[in-house]
């Protein structure tokens, strides 16, 4: 009987222990891909990113066009060329062709590091602010809207566009480029 009483007694002092631990926890989540879209510095990094991927496609149609003038060459005087000057010609055209799929993958590596690059240093600077809000919300998790394995939430939870804001007041030279 004497333990049973000591039970109780340490259930009855540690029922406020866990009422006091037991706040409901508060959720938000995020559209990173709308910040990233429409924030300053994103739209800024894709602008950038674009160049580079527009200058890397200009390189390849004029080594493209290169190839394909060759090609015509040789087609078109073929009958008045020698056999030395096809095979010249030819190998012209193979090591162009060469050169252009080997620019392709280093254009396609560059790219892509790029875009790594811009993601990261974007992370860095949207992460701060998405702590602040959380910290300030009172927040005690908040999720990535699209690739935590969200199925559904709530408007009412979703703070995307005051991170768009904060992100936006945090970085403002990026609006002005």
């Given at each position: 009987?004497?333990?049973?009483?000591?039970?109780?007694?340490?259930?009855?002092?540690?029922?406020?222990?866990?009422?006091?631990?037991?706040?409901?926890?508060?959720?938000?989540?995020?559209?990173?891909?709308k910040?990233?879209?429409?924030?300053?510095?994103?739209?800024?990094?894709?602008?950038?990113?674009?160049?580079?991927?527009?200058?890397?496609?200009?390189?390849?149609?004029?080594?493209?066009?290169?190839?394909?003038?060759?090609?015509?060459?040789?087609?078109?005087?073929?009958?008045?060329?020698?056999?030395?000057k096809?095979?010249e010609?030819?190998?012209?055209?193979?090591?162009?062709?060469?050169?252009?799929?080997?620019?392709?993958?280093?254009?396609?590596?560059?790219?892509?590091?790029?875009?790594d690059?811009?993601?990261?240093?974007?992370?860095?600077?949207?992460?701060?602010?998405?702590?602040?809000?959380?910290?300030?919300?009172?927040?005690?998790?908040?999720?990535?809207?699209?690739?935590?394995?969200?199925i559904?939430?709530?408007?009412?939870?979703?703070?995307?566009?005051?991170?768009?804001?904060?992100?936006?007041?945090?970085?403002?030279?990026?609006?002005?480029?």
């Amino acid at each position: 009987m004497k333990k049973y009483l000591v039970s109780m007694v340490m259930a009855a002092l540690a029922a406020p222990l866990f009422a006091q631990t037991t706040v409901p926890a508060r959720v938000a989540v995020i559209d990173v891909q709308k910040v990233l879209t429409t924030s300053f510095a994103g739209k800024a990094a894709y602008e950038r990113l674009k160049k580079l991927q527009d200058d890397r496609v200009a390189k390849m149609q004029k080594m493209d066009e290169d190839v394909k003038g060759l090609a015509n060459e040789l087609q078109t005087k073929k009958l008045s060329l020698s056999e030395e000057k096809q095979g010249e010609l030819s190998k012209q055209i193979t090591d162009k062709q060469t050169a252009m799929q080997r620019y392709a993958q280093d254009a396609d590596k560059e790219v892509t590091e790029a875009r790594d690059k811009a993601l990261q240093e974007l992370d860095n600077k949207i992460k701060p602010v998405i702590d602040t809000i959380g910290k300030e919300m009172g927040l005690a998790a908040i999720f990535n809207k699209f690739e935590s394995g969200l199925i559904y939430a709530s408007e009412a939870i979703d703070i995307t566009e005051t991170v768009i804001k904060r992100f936006n007041e945090a970085n403002p030279v990026a609006a002005a480029k």
